[in-house]
């Protein structure tokens, strides 16, 4: 049957795109789904170094890339979101936007979305001067000043990119100290980039636009206002595990989708990949996560492994 598959990846990131590789080279009728294009975080990732045998890619170059090899090997539906999965009997039933499809398995690759401050003008400014995405927005504040609020590795790669565009960038951070990657600190630490340590945003205000930040200084409790042009919050991720709950899975303390070692979360017939499960969340685990749960789904579709 058209609809009918053997395995169903929803979210066509790094680790759904593999899948659908590997599954497909098995022997497996497989079909991605994306509410949006395919590529998840890459398509906002400025400069990838560390996937291996990339020196040197964007984000939407090694998604393309991604795009194309999976194509070969299974159906990519983009821009089709999936609304409703349940699990019955020997199958899973998704119903999407554009039909009802069936597979005896399902792989979670749905990703995650940018965690938000939860400040005061921060949603009222949201597209005015608030961004979560450096990449995406940089090139409207090019000689503008702007924060970088975070202090991990997004926060430390956006700022490095926003300076490398003429904006006049401040990393402000609520620690002592990042966390980001030791390269990615020398990077920063090799341009003359303000960081503000110690500083949480408590506020952002401005009358159509972002004009000021309130910092709270989480030693003193002292506020002070920084005039800024922009705000670029890179603080994280919240997983997109809505699918998840509806399946009734598993879940860690984290709020994370519980997996075994081959990926397969509570219930057999499902397998979680990616930002929904944590771990190392790189490009390249990611890959290497879809690609060991879609061939552990070869047992459910009566083939064998092929080792
Ligand atoms: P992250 O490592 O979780 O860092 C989030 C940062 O935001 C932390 O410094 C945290 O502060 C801060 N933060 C969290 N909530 C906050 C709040 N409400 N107010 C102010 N600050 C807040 O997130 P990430 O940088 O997005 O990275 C996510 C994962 O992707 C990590 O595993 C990272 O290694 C990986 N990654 C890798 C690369 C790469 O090129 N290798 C690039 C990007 C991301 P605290 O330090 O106080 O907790």
Known sequence: MENDFDLAVIGAGCAGLAAGVYGGRAGMKVCIFDKGKAGGQLLITH???????FTDISGPDLAAKMLEHAQQYSQVK??????????????????????????AALLLST???????????????????????????????????????????TAAIESLYLKGI????????????LRAESALIED????????HFNKRVIGIQGEKRVEKVILECTDTGDHTEMATDGVFIAI????????????GLEMTEDGLVKVDPVFRTSNPRVFASGDLIGGVRQAITAAAEGTIASLNVLPLVGKQYPW
């Open 78 to 103: 983009e821009f089709i979101e999936v609304e409703h999965v349940r699990a019955e009997g020997d199958h899973i039933l998704i119903k999407t936007t554009e039909g009802e499809y069936t597979a």
């Open 47 to 53: 400069k990838i170094e560390n996937y291996i045998g």
């Open 188 to 195: 920063i630490n090799k341009t003359d980039m303000p960081i």
């Open 111 to 153: 990703g995650a979305d940018h965690k938000h401050l939860g400040v005061p003008g921060e949603e009222e400014l949201a597209g005015k001067g608030v961004s979560y995405c450096a990449t995406c927005d940089g090139f409207f504040f090019r000689n503008r000043k702007v924060i970088v609020v975070g202090g991990g590795s």
């Open 166 to 177: 003429d904006v006049d960038v401040s990393l402000v951070h609520r620690r002592d100290r």
């Open 236 to 247: 994280g991720l919240q997983p997109n595990d809505m699918l998840a709950k509806q399946l």
